[in-house]
């Protein structure tokens, strides 16, 4: 597990949203993505807020749907504004991303935020060299010649470890390995040295010792060039390397929000204890047993009344009443204090974590507790 | 590369050698005599004979082959009647090798009466390919991008139109109204560059240009609409878009990039069968191009001018297919390595 | 002509029927352009059908002929360049110093060339050049496609095939009989027939293969489309296939020596491959080279409102030489009454209407053109040109046949016009208690309906007589003696076989004059109407524009209906 000072990281003790945050590279603020359709408007975000600190990484988590590819294209600017409506505020060193023409915003794009995609092979051009492309994204932000640039990348590609970089960057994507193409796209990623990197499932399409490196990789520029990452995962296993701090998100809508030890020592949602329980120990400990959480994740359409996850929630007879039916729970500080918020009726997830969840599916943790 | 070109090329050959025999077949089992079509009137049983023979129609099939083949390799004599070469030398048509026979009915040997025709339908193919292509591309790209609106589906509806529309009603159209009644042109004729000059070659192409260009249109606007809507959706775009670059160079690198590649397949295919004459429009227009050489052929049951343009047809399919394939290796590098 | 054994010259001579106009024979005086001549200029030939030949010998198109006579090829009579319908089938002298003089019954022939006719190089044409061009005939192997009476009437041996002995001048087999048959004598030449020709000046003045052709200009079939003019105009460079060509004036020619044509324009100019549609557009709309220009493609009845006004003016009509009818297959409806009842239902009114009305056809009396010298009507068909329901009901009803009497109706279809045209003959037939299949054939027509076991019960049918003589129309349908073989009919497509009617036509043949042979046709035809060989359905009509810079516009039977070319001329 990844090094976590909790006192260094003011996100945490700033939970309920301020317009912006002093010291916060990427401060979003209440973020709606909405998608108006002939069917009625499609809730991808709601009510999203979090902060990203330089040199920290971010862990958003949650399965497919749940908003974490549609919240960071939101901080990109990639969705098309004839068919989203966005609300809410992103602060990229202080500038509020929503308020940005296009051409303002493409300008920042690639060069202060950079994205890196889950499956390297379709996210690179397949007619283009693997050269050219990074090439293209240097020169989009630089205005240096051409040669200048090939040099820039060259250097980049052997910054991320491609042996011969001044012969393979004239292969195609095709002609790379799939941990290569991986190691190519974060080259391209970081050529423009942004402050923030945005890594949307960087490993998914990779072998577990490929993952590896390229987890190693990133951290190791991050270090080098003291950027901000968000990692968006559903593989807690990469959190619990990479991050410094986590948000679970359910349905469009953060539902824990805390440090990385925090949320996975003592997690006090019931959706976050099920990806817990989901997560095959990487340590190998054949005694966990893999329980998948049941359901299917609901409709951004119609959206269940009360709180979003009840339907699939196996600890809602502990709540009193109806309320997980009626109404929906807050972001709010839990027992474990004010650095650690989750959206959930129960008044004792802690214990019900220790005595019922973490012993049957996570021996490791109960001990490292 | 060039070990699969040649096997392409030799199995075209096998193939268009195949074609000519299948030809020569199905232009004997047709219920139409071509003597009896050839001869006079009043033709009796004795005449009609004596024209098959002389049309060369008298030998079996198989050896009428034969010698069509013989006659690639070595030339032929028209008739061969080896009585007629001693008492009258002059009247035997010399068709040299290679020879793809020789039209009676036309007087000339059909390479001739296919070179002549190949610049007509050439220059209609190409000026109808570039107002297709660049009107198809632009059409298509403006409604993809403007997917849903007005103006999307009025490209689309009107280009719909233009492919229901039989072509030989669209030709008349424009020649009645463009050409006859409002005169914006002057009635189309063909006049070669060397005639007349770019300009006078250009002016005689615009409106059969138009024809054909206004049907194949329909179908590269709906196509190029689907492909580029189909490559906005691919992952490599969004990571065009997250690198900054320009939304136009987004489009035409990246999203047209791809667009482009099917269409080049389609665009090579269409153009071959093109350059082998557009029937109708060439028919309409009264071009002497291979199309309506090739309606004559058949019309006038001219086995000879028949078997030519079909092997050119074919030859130019073949080798478009050769070409397109070859091409599409640059194209996409995927397919050059893989 | 409608040329029945090559399908697509009958399709398209169809297709010139049903998409024409009429009323009347002979072209109408009151509208005509400017008649004064003025020389110079070009006048241009829009059309559609590309010339097949233009080898003396093998040309056998009626437009073709009557153009190249015309502008190119002179023959030893011809037609007069008139616009008077009765003068204009008589021949008068051309090459010839008369029309003229038959001996033995008409079974002999002699000529004698004017002075001063020359070939377009010059040489003087001589007697030995009228009979090279009659010998390419009997080349048959070589010189395919044209009129073939001559190897017939020539009183040289045959082989039991039917064909002569002699094989024409580029073999040279058996000479000698040709020799004898054709003789010169200084600029005098006589042929010599085994039957009566009375009709022979007739038969050089409608086709060119009597005309003269010079030996060292001859390259066989490679002369196919070669043109050496002794005539007005001659070919610009060579003639294409595809496009036409252009005709120039021929300076070796002298207006002296020709008292036939009248000359005009520098140069005449066709254009073929154009369609009726586009042609009658560019008529109509007159601008440009196209008010010189003339056309053989008839007005299509869409068209027809739009002839009005001063457009109307530049609009003629006349009769064509094509007659269209209807033969009952002899094998098939064998009782008289069936076939009278048939000719009584005949809606030939409402198979006209379907053509586009008067403008397209007009009611024919007989199977012969009303052109024709020695035509009459035929008094067998009095049914009213609508049908008579009732009275062929009646008929029918007393052939004792089973009713309804089921029929197949084989014509040359494939258009919505034919097909329309067909289907109102049905009608008024359905009326009278038949029951009818409509039978449309297009390419494979003529190979069908020739088929002696063909089993229709009614066959489409046209002709246009090779010269304006009986003798082209009778005997080539209903001898059966020359038609019906085991493998094919021949034109015969009705399969009738009458002793009589042959008998007639041989005592036809021995008349020695035209007339003569006219009273016993006439004869002939009343027979065929009392059997119901033929029913009769139109006379066809050509209804032309031309340009409004065109002079001495005549559509004349001395040019077989189209526009006269030794006249015409354009106005600067």
Request: hydrophobic share 40%.
């Amino acid at each position: 597990m990844t090094s976590h000072d909790t006192t260094a990281s003011p996100a945490t003790s700033a939970p309920v949203p301020r317009p912006s945050s002093s010291d916060a590279l990427l401060s979003v603020r209440e973020l709606a993505v909405h998608f108006p359709t002939s069917d009625g408007v499609v809730k991808a975000v709601d009510g999203l807020s979090f902060d990203v600190h330089r040199g920290k990484t971010l862990g958003i988590v949650g399965e497919s749907g749940s908003g974490k590819s549609v919240s960071s294209a939101a901080i990109l600017g990639l969705h098309n504004p004839a068919r989203t409506r966005i609300s809410g505020e992103i602060y990229l060193n202080g500038v509020d991303l929503l308020t940005l023409s296009s051409e303002q915003m493409r300008k920042r794009r690639g060069r202060e935020v950079a994205m890196i995609f889950q499956d390297p092979l379709s996210a690179m051009h397949p007619y283009y060299t693997v050269g050219n492309q990074i090439i293209e994204a240097y020169r989009v932000h630089n205005d240096v010649s051409k040669k200048a640039a090939r040099e820039r990348a060259i250097e980049m590609l052997d910054r991320v470890g491609i042996p011969q970089p001044d012969r393979r960057i004239d292969d195609y994507p095709h002609q790379f390995s799939g941990g290569m193409r991986q190691r190519a796209m974060i080259a391209m990623g970081l050529i423009n040295d942004p402050s923030m990197l945005i890594a949307d499932e960087p490993t998914t399409a990779l072998d577990v010792t490929v993952q590896a490196q390229i987890l190693d990789l990133l951290q190791d520029l991050q270090r080098e060039f003291n950027s901000a990452v968000i990692i968006i995962t559903h593989d807690l296993g990469v959190v619990a390397e990479m991050a410094d701090d986590v948000l679970v998100m359910y349905a469009g809508r953060a539902v824990e929000y805390g440090p990385c030890k925090e949320i996975l020592t003592h997690p006090e949602m019931p959706y976050t204890w099920g990806l817990l329980s989901s997560v095959p120990d990487v340590k190998g400990d054949t005694s966990a047993r893999l329980v998948p959480i049941p359901g299917n994740p609901p409709s951004l359409l119609n959206p269940p009344p009360g709180c979003t996850f009840h339907p699939r929630c196996v600890h809602k007879d502990k709540v009193p009443g109806d309320l997980c039916w009626t109404v929906e729970p807050r972001l709010e500080p839990g027992q474990r204090g004010p650095g650690h918020t989750k959206r959930c009726h129960l008044t004792n997830p802690d214990d019900i974590y220790a005595t019922e969840v973490l012993p049957e599916v996570a021996p490791g943790l109960v001990e490292e507790s | 590369m060039f070990a699969y070109i040649v096997r392409r090329v030799v199995s075209g050959i096998i193939l268009i050698i195949v074609m000519s025999l299948v030809t020569f077949l199905l232009f004997f089992a047709s219920p139409i005599d071509p003597a009896r079509f050839a001869c006079g009137k009043n033709c009796s049983p004795a005449l009609q004979e004596q024209t098959r023979k002389a049309l060369g129609y008298d030998d079996p099939v198989f050896v009428q082959w034969g010698d069509f083949l013989k006659g690639v390799v070595q030339g032929r004599d028209y008739p061969s009647d080896p009585a007629l070469r001693k008492t009258a030398p002059a009247t035997i048509a010399h068709c040299p090798a290679p020879c793809l026979g020789y039209s009676k009915l036309s007087n000339d040997t059909v390479l001739n009466l296919v070179k002549n025709a190949f610049p007509v339908s050439l220059s209609l193919a190409i000026v109808a390919f570039i107002i297709w292509i660049s009107g198809g591309i632009a059409f298509g790209v403006i409604a993809a991008l403007k997917k849903g609106t007005i103006i999307d589906r009025g490209i689309v509806g009107i280009s719909l139109v233009f492919f229901a529309f039989p072509t030989f009603f669209v030709g008349l159209f424009l020649y009645q109204f463009i050409a006859i009644q409002w005169q914006i042109v002057p009635i189309p004729n063909y006049v070669s560059i060397a005639d007349g000059g770019f300009f006078t070659w250009l002016v005689g192409l615009l409106l059969p240009g138009l024809t054909l260009a206004l049907f194949y249109m329909a179908g590269y606007v709906r196509m190029t609409r689907a492909f580029v809507l189909e490559s906005m959706g691919e992952d490599y775009l969004r990571t065009a878009n997250a690198k900054g670059l320009a939304p136009r160079k987004v489009l035409v690198k990246h999203s047209m990039r791809a667009a482009l590649t099917p269409l080049v397949t389609m665009a090579g295919l269409d153009l071959a069968s093109l350059v082998g004459g557009a029937i109708i429009t060439e028919t309409v227009f009264n071009y002497n191009g291979l199309g309506k050489l090739a309606v004559t052929a058949a019309r006038n049951l001219d086995l000879p001018l028949t078997v030519g343009i079909v092997l050119l047809l074919a030859t130019f399919v073949i080798m478009a297919n050769i070409i397109v394939d070859v091409l599409y290796a640059f194209i996409d590098p995927r397919v050059r390595v893989g | 002509m409608v040329n029945p054994r090559k399908p697509l010259a009958a399709v398209a001579a169809a297709a010139v029927a049903l998409t024409l106009a009429g009323c009347g024979g002979g072209s109408s005086t009151s509208n005509n352009a400017s008649t004064k001549g003025s020389k110079g200029g070009t006048l241009y030939y829009l059309t559609f059908r590309p010339a097949e030949h233009l080898d003396p010998q093998r040309m056998y198109i009626g437009r073709d002929l009557a153009d190249m006579g015309r502008m190119v090829y002179r023959s030893l009579v011809s037609f007069p360049v008139t616009k008077n319908a009765d003068e204009a089938l008589k021949p008068v002298p051309d090459l010839a110093t008369d029309t003229g003089t038959s001996k033995n019954g008409g079974r002999q022939w002699s000529f004698t060339l004017r002075d001063g006719v020359k070939w377009q190089d010059g040489k003087a044409i001589t007697c030995a050049d009228l009979k090279y061009g009659m010998s390419r005939s009997f080349a048959t192997d070589v010189i395919t496609g044209g009129p073939n009476y001559i190897l017939g009437f020539l009183d040289v041996p045959h082989a039991k095939s039917g064909l002569p002995l002699y094989d024409g001048p580029y073999k040279n087999d058996h000479a000698a009989d040709f020799d004898k048959a054709v003789t010169c004598k200084g600029n005098t030449i006589t042929y010599r027939f085994n039957k009566p020709f009375p009709d022979l000046p007739l038969a050089i003045a409608s086709l060119r293969s009597f005309d003269p052709y010079r030996k060292d200009q001859d390259q066989g079939d490679k002369s196919n489309f070669a043109v050496f003019s002794d005539g007005p105009y001659k070919l610009q460079g060579k003639w294409d296939t595809n496009k036409g060509g252009t005709f120039v004036r021929n300076p070796n020619w002298s207006q002296s020596s020709d008292p036939v044509r009248k000359p005009l324009p520098d140069q005449i100019q066709f254009v073929q491959g154009l369609t009726n549609e586009v042609i009658n557009d560019r008529l109509i709309s007159d601008s440009g080279n196209d008010q010189a220009a003339v056309t053989d493609r008839v007005v299509p009845p869409a068209f027809y409102s739009r002839i009005n006004g001063a457009v109307a003016d530049r609009a003629t009509q006349t009769d064509s030489p094509f007659v269209y009818y209807l033969l009952p297959n002899f094998n098939q409806m064998k009782n008289l009454k069936v076939r009278q009842a048939l000719m009584m239902a005949t809606d030939s009114q409402g198979w006209r209407n379907a053509e586009g009305g008067s403008k397209a056809a007009k009611p024919a009396k007989s199977i012969v053109n009303p052109s024709l010298v020695g035509y009459q009507p035929n008094p067998a068909f009095t049914a009213p040109q609508t049908g008579d329901a009732a009275a062929a009901k009646k008929l029918l009803q007393a052939s004792g046949e089973a009713m309804p009497y089921p029929i197949k109706f084989t014509y040359n279809g494939g258009t919505p016009t034919s097909d329309k045209a067909a289907a109102a003959l049905a009608a008024g037939w359905k009326k009278a208690g038949f029951k009818v299949t409509l039978d449309p054939l297009s390419d494979t027509y003529y190979d069908v309906i020739q088929k002696p076991s063909n089993d229709s019960d009614v066959i489409w049918g046209g002709w246009g007589a090779d010269w304006p003589s009986i003798a082209t129309v009778i005997p080539p349908l209903f001898d059966s003696r020359i038609n019906l073989t085991s493998a094919s009919n021949g034109q015969d497509y009705g399969n009738y076989r009458s002793d009589t009617v042959n008998k007639l036509i041989d005592k036809a043949a021995a008349q020695g004059t035209v007339q003569a042979q006219g009273k016993v046709y006439a004869q002939i035809d009343a027979q065929l109407g009392k059997d119901v060989a033929y029913i009769p359905l139109e006379v066809t009509q050509f209804y032309y524009l031309r340009g409004s810079k065109v002079t001495g516009y005549n559509l004349s039977p001395a040019t077989n209906g189209y526009p006269d070319l030794g006249a015409a001329g354009v106005t600067k």
